[in-house]
């Protein structure tokens, strides 16, 4: 298994439907986090999970709503999306105890379009 | 708050010969680590090379190396004998370790097109 393990890799929704984005982590790490990458904009963290407990939500709106059931597993349900909500969609964990070094490790991303 | 400015949006360079990607930071955090990823057309964001702020040697990390110069605050990306496999998107990014955020604060990226 690869480290960071993203489904699907791609998704076509409607603006009125419920998906969910799926992160499974086979490192042993005890923080994940969900990034957004838009076409012309950096990379942006939505939110930050350390030992299951979310630490950050970077004033994500609520129609995207993170779930963290244990420190391997991050879903990222989405429901009533809007056309600029398409983009790619990365998940990367890490090692947060130790020291400051340690690097995330993203999965290879799911490609989001909303029609 | 933290900020981080790639200046280069596009550079091309020729099979085997180096090439530097320039990283400019702005942070009022003492302490902090500074990381290089690619990204190919593929999507996947691959880790490169870590600099932390009270390392007093620049880091290396086979073909890559990072120009570190503190006072300036720049973390430029070297890349020596490039290779075809090198086209991709560069990332800088920062995160804060005096608050121990480990949330990382990327810069907009460069595209680097390695030609034959």
């Known amino acids: 298994e690869t480290g960071v393990t993203q489904t699907p890799r791609h998704l076509v929704m409607g603006m009125t439907n419920k998906k969910s984005l799926k992160c499974e982590q086979h490192l042993g790490h005890n923080a994940m986090y969900w990034y957004k990458q838009s076409a012309k904009k950096p990379l942006e963290l939505m939110f930050v999970y350390n030992f299951k407990e979310q630490t950050e939500n970077n004033s994500v709106p609520s129609r995207f709503s993170p779930e963290c059931p244990n420190s391997s597993h991050l879903f990222l349900h989405l429901h009533t999306l809007q056309p600029e909500d398409s983009a790619l969609y990365l998940c990367a964990s890490s090692q947060v105890t130790g020291g400051g070094n340690q690097p995330q490790h993203f999965g290879d991303g799911t490609r989001l379009s909303i029609l | 708050a933290q900020k981080i400015t790639q200046t280069q949006p596009g550079m091309f360079v020729q099979e085997k010969e180096a090439v530097t990607l320039d990283c400019t930071y702005d942070t009022s955090d003492q302490s902090y680590g500074l990381f290089w990823y690619k990204q190919p057309s593929s999507g996947e964001m691959i880790f490169l090379i870590y600099q932390g702020s009270y390392d007093e040697q620049n880091a290396t990390e086979g073909r890559y190396s990072l120009n570190f110069q503190k006072a300036r605050k720049s973390a430029n990306l070297v890349i020596s004998a490039s290779q075809l496999g090198d086209s991709a998107m560069y990332f800088c990014?920062?995160?804060?370790?005096?608050?121990?955020?480990?949330?990382?604060?990327f810069g907009s990226g460069t595209r680097l097109q390695v030609q034959p």
């Open positions: 990014a920062m995160t804060q370790m005096d608050t121990g955020r480990r949330a990382l604060t």
